[in-house]
């Protein structure tokens, strides 16, 4: 009877080991998956990893991406810096956000495939808010509003407004809303024209003082440095065709990130910094938005 209860309480201590080994197995599983990128009810680790605004305050880095050709709102000074009023907001901006910017200058058509691509953080170079643009990306508040004319040689005296286009080779910003605007709303009014599309401002104006093409269309914030330096015979005709707003472009589904940017603009409307900016730039007072 001794051995049979010695034994029996050897089983007995046997199985309860087991069941501690079961038990602790079960609890490092857990917490294994959890490691492993699987977090608990409640764990906002995940959450915060993806929240952008807290990714760029941890790397200390705002990725700004801009075209770099665009005076006066984007372009390479005599220093090589990207420089400029679209420049001088992203720096401003990245300032209240307390990071630093850095740029990524590259074509206008690149700049929103690489927003979404998650190689830049936001676009500060003057992208117009679109209905169309809004399905793809998300945008501020407006931060500075374009009029935008018509544009063409001085001794031109053949085209003051918009149904002159027909019948004319039209140059045009490659993946601008301007485009769009051409391709969109003024063929199908207007008729026939040839749309010729240019990566830079600068470009189109050459060929257009040398005659290759006969108009184009951007605002003459835009166009008046790149006149005023390179000595173009060109002129801006009639009335403003349109007003554009812009608005810092930034990939979708980032509302703190969206949120964070929205508050540094309205800052800095409410204290001074962005009318300094832009008087800096454009020698006058912004117009009422």
């Known amino acids: 009877?001794?051995?049979?209860?010695?034994?029996?309480?050897?089983?007995?201590?046997?199985?309860?080991?087991?069941?501690?080994?079961?038990?602790?197995?079960?609890?490092?599983?857990?917490?294994?998956?959890?490691?492993?990128?699987?977090?608990?009810?409640?764990?906002?680790?995940?959450?915060?990893?993806?929240?952008?605004?807290?990714?760029?305050?941890?790397?200390?880095?705002?990725?700004?991406?801009?075209?770099?050709?665009?005076?006066?709102?984007?372009?390479?000074?005599?220093?090589?810096?990207?420089?400029?009023?679209?420049?001088?907001?992203?720096k401003e901006i990245a300032k209240r956000l307390g990071v630093k910017v850095e740029f990524a200058p590259q074509e206008f058509s690149a700049l929103i495939p690489s927003l979404q691509a998650g190689k830049i953080d936001a676009i500060i170079s003057q992208v117009t808010i679109t209905d169309e643009r809004k399905q793809q990306i998300d945008f501020t508040q407006p931060y500075i509003t374009n009029e935008v004319k018509i544009i063409v040689r001085q001794d031109n005296n053949?085209?003051?407004?918009?149904?002159?286009?027909?019948?004319?080779?039209?140059?045009?910003?490659?993946?601008?809303?301007?485009?769009?605007?051409?391709?969109?709303?003024?063929?199908?009014?207007?008729?026939?024209?040839?749309?010729?599309?240019?990566?830079?401002?600068?470009?189109?104006?050459q060929d257009l003082n040398a005659g290759r093409i006969d108009a184009t269309i951007n605002n003459l914030y835009a166009l008046k440095p790149i006149v005023d330096k390179n000595g173009f015979k060109i002129k801006a005709v009639g009335q403003a065709i349109k007003a554009d707003k812009a608005g810092v472009a930034v990939r979708k589904n980032n509302p703190e990130f969206l949120a964070?940017?929205?508050?540094?603009?309205?800052?800095?409307?409410?204290?001074?910094t962005y009318n300094t900016i832009f008087k800096k730039w454009f020698g006058e007072e912004p117009p009422a938005q």
Do not use: H, Q, W
């Not at 002159?164 to 485009?179: A, H, M, Q, S």
């Open 1 to 90: 009877m001794l051995r049979k209860s010695k034994g029996l309480t050897i089983m007995a201590l046997l199985l309860v080991f087991i069941l501690a080994i079961a038990g602790c197995g079960t609890k490092a599983g857990t917490d294994g998956n959890r490691a492993a990128g699987t977090p608990a009810a409640g764990d906002s680790g995940a959450a915060k990893a993806d929240n952008l605004l807290a990714k760029v305050k941890s790397s200390g880095t705002l990725k700004v991406g801009l075209m770099g050709t665009y005076a006066p709102y984007n372009f390479l000074n005599d220093k090589k810096e990207i420089d400029g009023f679209d420049a001088d907001i992203a």
């Open 158 to 205: 053949t085209i003051t407004k918009l149904e002159d286009f027909k019948g004319k080779n039209i140059g045009v910003g490659l993946g601008t809303n301007d485009e769009a605007y051409l391709r969109n709303e003024v063929l199908p009014k207007v008729g026939n024209f040839t749309i010729k599309t240019y990566d830079d401002v600068i470009t189109s104006l």
């Open 260 to 272: 964070a940017l929205d508050k540094a603009l309205t800052d800095m409307k409410a204290d001074g």
